[in-house]
Every structure is written in structure tokens, then in C-alpha cells.
């Protein structure tokens, strides 16, 4: 369980810390500094319990900050997303050249399943001449 949890937290850094494209999601999104979401995560270390009561401002750039987060991981994973398929269709779009330029498995000596039925009762079954046959074997030559 602490395995899952750990792995977690560094795949959600991961995405918040991707780099992001500007679209007018992003822009409609609260525009916060570093020092401010700094200064909220230490306040809200320093002050757990009734954090929201005692300080409403840190509290709500903390939610800011949280939603902020939230949306870059969203962006992250949409663009790990878009990468892996961006490679998947690459792959399947270099196999697929690859099986076009292949030679075609039936080179047309020997009848594909079906067609050796029709072939075999058309072809005449003795091709060979009576002077083919009068001809007698020899081995090859022995050399002394």
C-alpha cells in the first residue's frame, strides 16, 4: 500500500511538472506566484487543525493552488496520453509499410487452399514421352 502511494505522489509531480500548453482553460484559471503557494503550504503545515477558520486567505489560495494542480496534472497526463498514441499509431503506420513492401506469401507454383482440387483434375497426370521412358538411369560416374 505504501508502495501505491508513493508512486502516486512522484507520477503526480511528474504531471503537475510537465510543461503545458496555453489553451483558454488555462487562462480562465486563478494566476497564482510561487511565494504565494509557498507561503500557504507552510501555513497550512504550521496551523492543521481549523485551518480554514483562522486563516481564510491562505485557505483560499490553497484551493487555488489545488485546483491549479490539479489542472496541470490533467494537462500532463492528457499530453503522456497524446505522446503514447502519437508513438502506438507510428508503430502500427511503420508495420503496415513494412507488410506492403513484403513479398506476397503465394507465388503461384503451388495452388492456394480450393484452387488444388480444380488444378489437380485439369493437369494431365503422364507428361513424360516414350523416349523419356526408354531411357534407362545412370548413376554419376565414380572417378578412380
Not at 41 to 57: G, H
Request: glycine share 6%; net charge negative; with cysteine.
Amino acid at each position: 500500500m505504501r508502495f501505491l502511494i508513493r508512486i502516486t505522489f512522484w507520477l503526480g509531480l511528474v504531471l503537475v511538472l510537465l510543461p503545458r500548453d496555453k489553451t483558454p482553460e488555462s487562462e480562465k484559471l486563478p494566476q497564482i506566484g510561487a511565494a504565494d503557494a509557498v507561503q500557504a503550504a507552510t501555513a497550512a503545515v504550521s496551523d492543521v487543525t481549523q485551518f480554514c477558520k483562522r486563516q481564510p486567505t491562505a485557505c483560499e489560495v490553497g484551493g487555488q493552488a489545488a485546483t491549479i494542480i490539479g489542472q496541470r496534472a490533467q494537462d500532463g497526463a492528457r499530453k503522456i496520453y497524446q505522446i503514447i498514441n502519437d508513438k502506438k499509431e507510428q508503430i502500427t503506420n511503420e508495420k503496415n509499410d513494412k507488410t506492403d513492401k513484403k513479398a506476397p506469401d503465394h507465388t503461384g507454383s503451388i495452388a492456394l487452399a480450393g484452387e488444388g482440387d480444380a488444378v489437380a483434375s485439369e493437369a494431365p497426370r503422364d507428361t513424360l514421352t516414350q523416349d523419356d521412358l526408354a531411357l534407362e538411369w545412370r548413376g554419376p560416374a565414380v572417378a578412380n
